[in-house]
């Protein structure tokens, strides 16, 4: 992987809220507007990023036997258990086999001349998310929610936990923060408000609010999302405006310690 790599955690301490969704769209659009990107799945136990990507069933290659080649779908490199493990069995492993799975995908992989590396985390502040922290240099990342406050209560401990690991927090995405219907009226069906409160209480800057798109739930499920992404006009014109906040916001990070010198508390 090039050194200069632009490295972003998709994160959230809840499930469900749709981090591999809004890992997918901005792996698309950054890929879109010209970058070379690729997007690491490092949810072990729910891999999702190869049906998104239309690639399920595919699995990796080795030139050496020891480290893997990423599956390209539409220019974007893509790595997943679920292209090691390509039946449906349950995963069912310990947090050090677990951190070790993390590390092979991530450092094992032959990313090629990479200028953003996406990574989807699993759900929570445990294992999975230590090591990406301690080994990955983590640019910076994105925290997902929903409107709710019984998500924002997860996703505060995200934060303060990056924090502690003195990773950058580039902002949050609210998703599912709406639906339109078909007059043109928006209905916030979770809630309204809770997010700006909670962006002012911790600093953190609101990225974007994502609609309720049924068709992009369609889009995914059957492996098309790249094909169809300028046919979602309203996502497409947010995620574009996701990305240039990302890269705008990235110019000005001066990044130069590894965080494999930050102390982690692991027992």
Known sequence: MKTNTKIIAI?????????STVSSNLAISLSKSGSRVGLLDADIYGPSIPRIFGVSGQSVTSRDGKSFEPIESNGIQLMSIGFVQTNNDAMIWRGPMLSQAINQLLFQTNWNDLEYLIIDLPPGTGDAQLTISQKANLTGTILVTTPQNISLIDVEKSLIAFRKLDIEVLGLIENMSYFTDDSGKDH??????????????????????????????????????????????????????????????????????SLDTIPVVTE
């Open 188 to 257: 916030h069906i979770f809630g309204k408000g809770n997010i700006d409160d909670f962006s002012e209480k911790h600093g953190v800057e609101l990225i974007s609010n994502l609609p309720i798109l049924p068709d992009l739930t369609k889009y995914s499920d059957n492996g098309t999302l790249f094909d169809e992404f300028e046919n979602l006009s309203v996502l497409n014109k947010k995620y574009e405006e996701i990305t240039d906040y990302l890269k705008t916001r990235i110019s000005k990070i001066d990044k130069t310690d």
């Open 11 to 19: 994160a959230s301490g809840k499930g469900g809220v749709g981090k």
